[in-house]
């Protein structure tokens, strides 16, 4: 049989995933909800000033992105163990790392990417000014981004967990929580005016970083919840 | 060397080492810490500023050094033990995850008694109290990994793998939080956190460090024994032993 060269089996599995996820789309969408839901209590609870709201509704829009992109990760590596599907990839003589870097890629399209398209307008309706828009687009994109690898690091750990939706957001928090340092940062400088470049850069680093290393611990950590 | 690592990575004769280690390193400790504790209360002078409120430095200094100590240590051991599969290491970084937590929360609660006359209240957001926060969190989610498998080998190897990226993560998270804090704070709080201190102060200090060393040591051997016992319960040398 002609083996699959790495990025047609790594494409595949990026169409595979978002084929699936298109014919259960409402699973998509939650998260989604979630995020627009976790950013309408914060008015509620504070304060409806929009002056007020201005001066945290950066961190606002970056703690309800942390916090909805969790959200969808449980499932991220869930069914393909249950019915085996991650069994062969493991078997099948392509790099694990590259098949679930795929995964990730795929996840962080559907549930990552509409997270930051969404932020201006959410950013808005917490007082958020149109000159923090950029950077408020290039920072969710860069963390959301390394936040789903991070996850997917803590979701390969806890595939096999019971429960493991609680025991993930304690292993990735604390792990998120520079993201949520330099990216909630970025957009107050933003807002005063600044030049956010240096947070911004900051956040470009730890992402390339989480990229290079994050899949070699998730197949590591994947080979151990399907070997054993 | 690969013969006495080996050798040494036995269980039994682990077992029978760290039992004649236990007691050197708790009498050690006992005394050392004992001889410090009299020097930093007693003989150290007063300091100008904090007058005696600064002496919980020496509770507070050395729990945060083995607080960070540990977790490195609990990382090379999980790396050794998921690359050479050495099961004494894996059983070594279990055994040092609670102590190293409880440095962790020995440092924070010492820090906030030593904030409330400092600062006024008992908490700061001062970068070094929140990176030791973020760390005692580091700890709880690795030990609620390794508690939620019931296969132990796939526990070791699943919470190796979160203790080595943790321990990557460890230096981004302590300088990002130093630089938000130092963005978000007057420099007048964390001048205080590093007085340039005199000799005096120093001396019992360094033997206090080296007294939780060997603490440490002594907890480590003895919660390491206990974990032999329960991970190897069921095997032929145990009843020789007993």
């Given at each position: 049989?002609?083996?699959?060269?790495?990025?047609?089996?790594?494409?595949?599995?990026?169409?595979?995933?978002?084929?699936?996820?298109?014919?259960?789309?409402?699973?998509?969408?939650?998260?989604?909800?979630?995020?627009?839901?976790?950013?309408?209590?914060?008015?509620?609870?504070?304060?409806?000033?929009?002056?007020?709201?201005?001066?945290?509704?950066?961190?606002?829009?970056?703690?309800?992105?942390?916090?909805?992109?969790?959200?969808?990760?449980?499932?991220?590596?869930?069914?393909?163990?249950?019915?085996?599907?991650?069994?062969?990839?493991?078997l099948?003589?392509?790099?694990?790392?590259?098949?679930?870097?795929?995964?990730?890629?795929?996840?962080?399209?559907?549930?990552?990417?509409?997270?930051?398209?969404?932020?201006?307008?959410v950013?808005?309706?917490?007082?958020?000014?149109?000159?923090?828009w950029?950077?408020?687009?290039?920072?969710?994109?860069?963390?959301?981004?390394?936040l789903?690898?991070?996850g997917?690091?803590?979701?390969?750990?806890?595939?096999?967990?019971?429960?493991?939706?609680?025991?993930?957001s304690?292993?990735?928090?604390?792990?998120?929580?520079?993201l949520?340092?330099?990216?909630?940062?970025?957009?107050?400088?933003?807002?005063?005016?600044?030049?956010?470049?240096?947070?911004?850069?900051?956040?470009?680093?730890?992402?390339?970083?989480?990229?290079s290393?994050?899949?070699?611990?998730?197949?590591?950590?994947?080979?151990?919840?399907?070997?054993? | 060397?690969?013969?006495?690592?080996?050798?040494?990575?036995?269980?039994?004769?682990?077992?029978?080492?760290?039992?004649?280690?236990?007691?050197?390193?708790?009498?050690?400790?006992?005394?050392?810490?004992?001889?410090?504790?009299?020097?930093?209360?007693?003989?150290?002078?007063?300091?100008?500023?904090?007058?005696?409120?600064?002496?919980?430095?020496?509770?507070?200094?050395?729990?945060?050094?083995?607080?960070?100590?540990?977790y490195?240590?609990?990382?090379?051991a999980?790396?050794?033990?998921?690359?050479?599969?050495?099961?004494?290491?894996?059983?070594?970084?279990?055994?040092?995850?609670?102590?190293?937590?409880?440095?962790?929360?020995?440092?924070?609660?010492?820090?906030?008694?030593?904030?409330?006359?400092?600062?006024?209240?008992?908490?700061?957001?001062?970068?070094?109290?929140?990176?030791?926060?973020?760390?005692?969190?580091?700890?709880?989610?690795?030990?609620?990994?390794?508690?939620?498998?019931?296969?132990?080998?796939?526990?070791?190897?699943?919470?190796?793998?979160?203790?080595?990226?943790?321990?990557?993560?460890?230096?981004?998270?302590?300088?990002?939080?130093?630089?938000?804090?130092?963005?978000?704070?007057?420099?007048?709080?964390?001048?205080?956190?590093?007085?340039?201190?005199?000799?005096?102060?120093?001396?019992?200090?360094?033997?206090?460090?080296?007294?939780?060393?060997?603490?440490?040591?002594?907890?480590?051997?003895?919660?390491?024994?206990?974990?032999?016992?329960?991970?190897?319960?069921?095997?032929?040398?145990?009843?020789?032993?007993?």
């Open positions: 049989m002609r083996r699959a060269s790495v990025s047609s089996a790594a494409w595949l599995v990026f169409t595979r995933d978002l084929t699936l996820a298109w014919r259960r789309w409402d699973e998509v969408a939650q998260p989604l909800i979630f995020y627009v839901v976790v950013t309408t209590l914060f008015p509620l609870a504070t304060t409806p000033e929009l002056a007020q709201l201005r001066t945290i509704s950066g961190g606002v829009v970056w703690v309800a992105a942390l916090l909805s992109s969790l959200l969808a990760l449980e499932s991220l590596f869930r069914s393909d163990v249950e019915d085996g599907t991650m069994e062969q990839w493991v099948s003589g392509q790099p694990l790392g590259w098949l679930l870097l795929a995964k990730v890629a795929c996840h962080w399209v559907l549930t990552g990417l509409p997270l930051v398209v969404m932020a201006p307008i950013g808005t309706a917490l007082g958020l000014p149109y000159e923090a950029g950077t408020l687009v290039l920072s969710l994109l860069l963390g959301t981004a390394t789903s690898i991070l997917g690091i803590g979701a390969a750990l806890t595939v096999g967990v019971r429960r493991g939706s609680v025991l993930l304690l292993l990735v928090l604390p792990l998120a929580m520079p949520l340092i330099f990216g909630s940062r970025a957009v107050s400088m933003a807002m005063d005016g600044d030049s956010p470049a240096g947070p911004l850069q900051l956040l470009a680093a730890i992402f390339f970083m989480v990229l290393l994050g899949p070699l611990a998730m197949s590591a950590a994947i080979r151990i919840s399907v070997e054993s | 060397m690969w013969n006495w690592l080996h050798k040494f990575a036995s269980p039994p004769h682990a077992y029978r080492l760290l039992g004649k280690l236990a007691p050197w390193f708790g009498w050690s400790s006992l005394a050392l810490i004992l001889l410090a504790t009299w020097w930093g209360l007693v003989e150290a002078p007063m300091d100008y500023q904090q007058k005696d409120a600064f002496r919980i430095l020496y509770v507070h200094a050395p729990s945060a050094w083995m607080s960070m100590f540990t490195v240590m609990m990382a090379v999980a790396g050794i033990g998921l690359i050479w599969r050495i099961k004494l290491a894996h059983a070594a970084a279990a055994a040092a995850a609670p102590i190293g937590a409880s440095f962790t929360f020995l440092a924070l609660a010492t820090g906030s008694i030593w904030g409330k006359p400092m600062w006024g209240t008992w908490w700061v957001w001062d970068a070094r109290l929140t990176s030791e926060l973020i760390l005692l969190f580091l700890y709880l989610g690795y030990m609620a990994l390794r508690s939620s498998f019931d296969d132990p080998q796939r526990a070791d190897r699943a919470s190796a793998v979160l203790a080595i990226v943790g321990v990557i993560n460890v230096p981004i998270i302590h300088y990002s939080v130093e630089w938000w804090s130092t963005l978000h704070q007057p420099a007048s709080v964390t001048k205080l956190d590093k007085p340039s201190i005199a000799l005096e102060m120093l001396y019992p200090l360094f033997m206090m460090i080296v007294g939780f060393q060997l603490f440490f040591g002594w907890a480590l051997s003895r919660r390491l024994r206990g974990e032999i016992l329960r991970r190897e319960r069921n095997a032929t040398w145990l009843k020789d032993v007993s």
